[in-house]
């Protein structure tokens, strides 16, 4: 086991950090079991995880505004006193409304509380409030409605935290909660971040940190805590990401000892580019290599080859006597790289195998015997391959296609199904070098950075929605000339939207636009079957036209689509639109892109320009990254990385700093065996629960 996960003794030094992480979170006043298992559904389970479930945002109560200056719209807080009589009234449903006037002794606001029989009890005329709420403005005035309010003589927080919460539970009662677990935060506190480090990069003590975090006194402290948590929660990701590379560097590989590249070179029906070529010779160099296993990422554009680079890959392995998996996160893909690969091989002595969920049990017992047996070399298949059922002869090289769709864990459970085998891994999801070392830092990377020839350049054009009826016309004629389409609307999160603006969409255009057509649907509420089957009805020539969202962004190569119409364009990433149009132009024929969007906001007309100027997926990438920030690369959804608490990747400037810190702490300790780091080692066990039995 590498030594970040090693354990080490703890040294008695009183109460610290991890200390607090091994304190039920019971053992607060006023949580018991039930409020107990509240705080458990936000992954609250200790003292240490609730000092470290920072706010989500922050009241500012630390400056109050003059009613002369609300305009209404914004959120604020006010300082003033009753100035007339509340007044009750009584309104349907058994509810009633307390309205009230309050000045600052220069104007006067109006506030409303509705079911609340306790106010008139609560609010003093004698007594100065401060008022917090959104305000509202009409021909009568300013109002505010329901505001929170404090006597103005109480000591309180500048900021006030707001946590996310679960049913049950208020921010009442996180915020008491905190307020008792921060009293036992020692005077000093064990800080994972040594002070040679902190001093060098001018970041506040882990105990400043912590307070200022849930109760900051003032902008100036707020900003400080968030940025020195911003930086060690990056610093962890760092360290824990790089250790899988460390990990990697102790492990022997199943290495080959001959290079039969050449030999797979002519079973290829095509000469291929300067770009594959690179790496193909990485990956085989890796797997010469005799020392660690390979740990590598093919990053190409859509078409760009990546699937002959693994096949070569496979192909080494399988000539030295091993065998190889071949993973894709759906069956509809598993089963085009197996036919794929069955074409390739057809005249060799290569034995494939196929193994996916919707096989029969009959069926995947053979296929699983014969992979025991070592009677298969390849095989190709989907999360099966991953189960405890699944076992190999002699497994040499693991293969993972798409490999946003698999986190950690997924990778790591594919490699325990031999003795150290290679890992490659392909992404058609082009990212910034930037960000590629802080996903992928554990691997090696290798770019395809070429297009191969003869593939069209897919023609793409920006309309606005006066234009659609033109649109359907074009889509029509594809149509009729034998080819197929695509229209997407976008994506809508968190409610049933998203299948009712599919599904209406498809209904009106079967009904009226495409009435003489086969059109289907596919949307993120289907279940996983249905989706297959509609890609396969599609792919096999049942539909003409397919309604889709982005669920088709990553989906089985369909020759015949030619043209694709994507809604509401400028609600896509730069990046996402990229790999949607990736859908079409797969085959011989002239493709086409058509984004319709009215929006007309200068960012938005630049960022769709750009689609309209290239099909470089890398430059794509890179304008993506400076006009919409690095969020459309980075998330556990996405990516398989641990959960975050603060960072959010936005800041760029943070990211750095981050990674020089572990630059220097890898300098002193390559393996973090220092004492001096014994914090950071707990914080990445943390960070990487999950994945962590997967790399022990």
């Given at each position: 086991?590498?030594?970040?996960?090693?354990?080490?003794?703890?040294?008695?030094?009183?109460?610290?950090?991890?200390?607090?992480?091994?304190?039920?979170?019971?053992?607060?006043?006023?949580?018991?079991?039930?409020?107990?298992?509240?705080?458990?559904?936000?992954?609250?389970?200790?003292?240490?995880?609730?000092?470290?479930?920072?706010?989500?945002?922050?009241?500012?109560?630390?400056?109050?505004?003059?009613?002369?200056?609300?305009?209404?719209?914004?959120?604020?807080?006010?300082?003033?006193?009753?100035?007339?009589?509340?007044?009750?009234s009584r309104l349907s449903g058994n509810r009633y409304m307390v309205r009230a006037e309050?000045?600052?002794?220069?104007?006067?606001?109006?506030?409303?509380?509705?079911?609340?029989?306790?106010?008139?009890?609560?609010?003093?005329?004698?007594?100065?409030?401060?008022?917090?709420?959104?305000?509202?403005?009409?021909?009568?005035?300013?109002?505010?409605?329901?505001?929170?309010?404090?006597?103005?003589?109480?000591?309180?927080?500048?900021?006030?935290?707001?946590?996310?919460?679960?049913?049950?539970?208020?921010?009442?009662?996180?915020?008491?909660?905190?307020?008792?677990?921060?009293?036992?935060?020692?005077?000093?506190?064990?800080?994972?971040?040594?002070?040679?480090?902190?001093?060098?990069?001018?970041?506040?003590?882990?105990?400043?940190?912590?307070?200022?975090?849930?109760?900051?006194?003032?902008?100036?402290?707020?900003?400080?805590?968030?940025?020195?948590?911003?930086?060690?929660?990056?610093?962890?990701?760092?360290?824990?990401?790089?250790?899988?590379?460390?990990?990697?560097?102790?492990?022997?590989?199943?290495?080959?000892?001959?290079?039969?590249?050449?030999?797979?070179?002519?079973?290829?029906?095509?000469?291929?580019?300067?770009?594959?070529?690179?790496?193909?010779?990485?990956?085989?160099?890796?797997?010469?290599?005799?020392?660690?296993?390979?740990?590598?990422?093919?990053?190409?554009?859509?078409?760009?080859?990546?699937?002959a680079i693994a096949a070569c890959a496979c192909y080494n392995m399988v000539k030295n006597?091993?065998?190889?998996?071949?993973?894709?996160?759906?069956?509809?893909?598993?089963?085009?790289?197996?036919?794929?690969?069955?074409?390739?091989?057809?005249?060799?002595?290569?034995?494939?195998?196929?193994?996916?969920?919707?096989?029969?049990?009959?069926?995947?017992?053979?296929?699983?015997?014969?992979?025991?047996?070592?009677?298969?070399?390849?095989?190709?298949?989907?999360?099966?391959?991953?189960?405890?059922?699944?076992?190999?002869?002699?497994?040499?090289?693991?293969?993972?296609?798409?490999?946003?769709?698999?986190?950690?864990?997924?990778?790591?459970?594919?490699?325990?199904?031999?003795?150290?085998?290679?890992?490659?891994?392909?992404?058609?999801?082009?990212?910034?070098?930037?960000?590629?070392?802080?996903?992928?830092?554990?691997?090696?990377?290798?770019?395809?950075?070429?297009?191969?020839?003869?593939?069209?350049?897919?023609?793409?054009?920006?309309?606005?929605?006066?234009?659609?009826?033109?649109?359907?016309?074009?889509?029509?004629?594809?149509?009729?000339?034998?080819?197929?389409?695509?229209?997407?609307?976008?994506?809508?999160?968190?409610?049933?939207?998203?299948?009712?603006?599919?599904?209406?969409?498809?209904?009106?255009?079967?009904?009226?636009?495409?009435?003489?057509?086969?059109?289907?649907?596919?949307?993120?509420?289907?279940?996983?079957?249905?989706?297959?089957?509609?890609?396969?009805?599609?792919?096999?020539?049942?539909?003409?036209?397919?309604?889709?969202?982005?669920?088709?962004?990553?989906?089985?190569?369909?020759?015949?689509?030619?043209?694709?119409?994507?809604?509401?364009?400028?609600?896509?990433?730069?990046?996402?639109?990229?790999?949607?149009?990736?859908?079409?132009?797969?085959?011989?024929?002239?493709?086409?892109?058509?984004?319709?969007?009215?929006?007309?906001?200068?960012?938005?007309?630049?960022?769709?320009?750009?689609?309209?100027?290239?099909?470089?997926?890398?430059?794509?990438?890179?304008?993506?990254?400076?006009?919409?920030?690095?969020?459309?690369?980075f998330g556990e959804r996405q990516h398989g990385l641990p959960k975050l608490s603060i960072?959010?990747?936005?800041?760029?400037?943070?990211?750095?700093?981050?990674?020089?810190?572990?630059?220097?702490?890898?300098?002193?300790?390559?393996?973090?065996?220092?004492?001096?780091?014994?914090?950071?080692?707990?914080?990445?066990?943390?960070?990487?629960?999950?994945?962590?039995?997967?790399?022990?």
């Amino acid at each position: 086991m590498s030594a970040f996960f090693r354990t080490y003794p703890r040294q008695k030094r009183g109460v610290t950090m991890p200390s607090l992480f091994e304190r039920s979170i019971t053992e607060l006043k006023g949580v018991g079991a039930v409020r107990g298992e509240l705080f458990r559904k936000l992954g609250i389970d200790s003292i240490g995880a609730l000092l470290y479930y920072f706010p989500r945002s922050y009241e500012d109560w630390s400056r109050p505004q003059p009613i002369s200056a609300l305009s209404g719209g914004e959120t604020c807080c006010v300082r003033a006193k009753l100035s007339a009589t509340m007044r009750e009234s009584r309104l349907s449903g058994n509810r009633y409304m307390v309205r009230a006037e309050v000045s600052d002794g220069a104007d006067a606001m109006r506030i409303v509380f509705f079911n609340n029989k306790y106010i008139t009890s609560m609010l003093k005329y004698d007594t100065e409030y401060l008022f917090y709420g959104r305000v509202t403005k009409d021909f009568s005035g300013v109002q505010m409605v329901s505001p929170e309010f404090l006597p103005a003589d109480r000591t309180v927080s500048a900021f006030r935290a707001i946590y996310g919460l679960t049913a049950g539970l208020s921010n009442k009662a996180v915020q008491k909660a905190v307020e008792q677990a921060l009293t036992l935060l020692p005077s000093q506190v064990s800080d994972p971040i040594p002070e040679d480090i902190r001093e060098k990069y001018n970041l506040c003590g882990l105990r400043d940190a912590i307070v200022n975090i849930h109760t900051p006194q003032s902008p100036q402290a707020l900003k400080r805590a968030q940025h020195r948590l911003t930086v060690e929660e990056l610093l962890v990701l760092n360290l824990g990401i790089l250790s899988l590379k460390h990990k990697n560097s102790e492990a022997r590989g199943t290495n080959i000892s001959q290079d039969f590249t050449e030999d797979f070179l002519s079973l290829l029906p095509f000469v291929p580019t300067g770009a594959q070529r690179r790496a193909m010779d990485d990956c085989t160099r890796d797997m010469l290599s005799g020392t660690s296993p390979m740990n590598r990422l093919v990053q190409g554009d859509v078409g760009s080859g990546k699937t002959a680079i693994a096949a070569c890959a496979c192909y080494n392995m399988v000539k030295n006597g091993r065998q190889a998996a071949f993973m894709a996160p759906t069956e509809i893909l598993a089963e085009q790289h197996f036919a794929t690969l069955s074409k390739l091989f057809a005249d060799t002595d290569v034995r494939l195998g196929l193994l996916t969920g919707s096989l029969t049990a009959s069926k995947k017992n053979q296929i699983r015997t014969q992979l025991e047996n070592g009677e298969i070399d390849i095989v190709v298949g989907t999360h099966a391959l991953i189960t405890e059922k699944t076992s190999f002869k002699s497994l040499g090289l693991a293969v993972t296609d798409e490999q946003h769709r698999f986190g950690v864990a997924q990778r790591s459970k594919l490699l325990s199904k031999g003795k150290d085998p290679h890992l490659l891994v392909m992404s058609a999801t082009p990212i910034p070098r930037t960000l590629a070392l802080i996903i992928y830092g554990d691997l090696d990377i290798s770019v395809v950075d070429e297009i191969p020839p003869g593939r069209q350049p897919i023609d793409t054009m920006l309309i606005s929605t006066d234009k659609r009826k033109r649109a359907y016309n074009f889509i029509r004629k594809e149509l009729d000339s034998g080819h197929k389409a695509y229209i997407v609307c976008p994506l809508v999160e968190e409610d049933d939207s998203e299948l009712m603006a599919a599904e209406e969409y498809a209904a009106e255009l079967m009904l009226r636009e495409f009435s003489d057509y086969a059109v289907g649907i596919i949307h993120g509420k289907m279940k996983y079957s249905e989706k297959e089957k509609t890609m396969r009805e599609f792919a096999q020539g049942t539909l003409d036209l397919l309604v889709a969202t982005t669920v088709i962004e990553v989906g089985v190569d369909v020759s015949a689509a030619t043209v694709m119409m994507i809604e509401n364009a400028e609600r896509f990433g730069l990046s996402q639109l990229h790999q949607l149009r990736g859908r079409v132009g797969r085959g011989d024929s002239k493709s086409y892109c058509i984004l319709v969007s009215d929006s007309i906001a200068e960012n938005t007309q630049r960022r769709l320009s750009v689609m309209c100027g290239t099909s470089d997926g890398f430059r794509i990438a890179d304008e993506d990254l400076k006009l919409r920030g690095p969020g459309d690369f980075f998330g556990e959804r996405q990516h398989g990385l641990p959960k975050l608490s603060i960072a959010d990747f936005s800041d760029m400037d943070t990211l750095r700093v981050s990674q020089d810190i572990a630059s220097d702490i890898l300098a002193d300790s390559p393996d973090l065996s220092s004492d001096k780091y014994r914090g950071l080692r707990a914080s990445i066990r943390r960070l990487f629960a999950d994945s962590a039995g997967q790399m022990n």
